[in-house]
T-cell receptor
Framework: EAGVAQSPRYKIIEKRQSVAFWCNPISGHATLYWYQQILGQGPKLLIQFQNNGVVDDSQLPKDRFSAERLKGVDSTLKIQPAKLEDSAVYLC????????????FGPGTRLTVT | ELKVEQNPLFLSMQEGKNYTIYCNYSTTSDRLYWYRQDPGKSLESLFVLLSNGAVKQEGRLMASLDTKARLSTLHITAAVHDLSATYFCAVDSYTGNQFYFGTGTSLTVIP
């Protein structure tokens, strides 16, 4: 079974530029999560989708971050404009459903904002 | 906001020794998860604990959950070098729509 795929793996941008990350969850997984992991910290949940609907985005900085999952499969997370403090690893995870608790994580995208 | 605290943050132990990592959380939840993260890698699920008194074991690791004390432990028995990694606990909010990770415990097992 293929795991959660993410791209790109690494990205370096200057502050005020825009960037987008892509995630393809495990086939059949209805729930998709985006996390931000700053170096030395635990992951922080940014947004959670159930199929193509948003379940929770309370910790997403909506003035600069946006995410979509239009067809209920792949998802993109965008930052526009980026700030220095956005430097982090962005992790995508998926699970079978909302109340099915085991999440499977992708390899992450390491973002450096200079 | 639910807070999840782990201790210790850093742990250096010799091979063959036993040790326990603690995970405390601040509000009602009966679902607790343990993950492992190797340097530069993503997270790997270790245990899912879904009720008070739940205990799960895999190899040299055993996890338990006490929802009344809001405490989970990850016990390491006879540590080996391959267990060196960062271990995170995570908790569902009671409504199940938020997911909070702990601060992480960086474990180094010395030969």
């Amino acid at each position: 079974e293929a795991g959660v795929a993410q791209s790109p793996r690494y990205k370096i941008i200057e502050k005020r530029q825009s960037v987008a990350f892509w995630c393809n969850p495990i086939s059949g997984h209805a729930t998709l999560y985006w996390y931000q992991q700053i170096l030395g910290q635990g992951p922080k949940l940014l947004i959670q989708f159930q199929n193509n609907g948003v379940v929770d985005d309370s910790q997403l900085p909506k003035d600069r971050f946006s995410a979509e999952r239009l067809k209920g499969v792949d998802s993109t997370l965008k930052i526009q404009p980026a700030k220095l403090e956005d430097s982090a690893v962005y992790l995508c995870a998926s699970s079978l459903g909302l109340k099915v608790h085991e999440q499977y994580f992708g390899p992450g995208t390491r973002l450096t904002v200079t | 906001e639910l807070k999840v605290e782990q201790n210790p943050l850093f742990l250096s132990m010799q091979e063959g020794k036993n040790y326990t990592i603690y995970c405390n959380y601040s509000t009602t939840s009966d679902r607790l998860y343990w993950y492992r993260q190797d340097p530069g890698k993503s997270l790997e699920s270790l245990f899912v604990l879904l009720s008070n008194g739940a205990v799960k074991q895999e190899g040299r690791l055993m996890a338990s959950l006490d929802t009344k004390a809001r405490l989970s432990t990850l016990h390491i028995t006879a540590a080996v070098h391959d267990l060196s990694a960062t271990y995170f606990c995570a908790v569902d909010s009671y409504t199940g729509n938020q997911f909070y990770f702990g601060t992480g415990t960086s474990l180094t097992v010395i030969p």
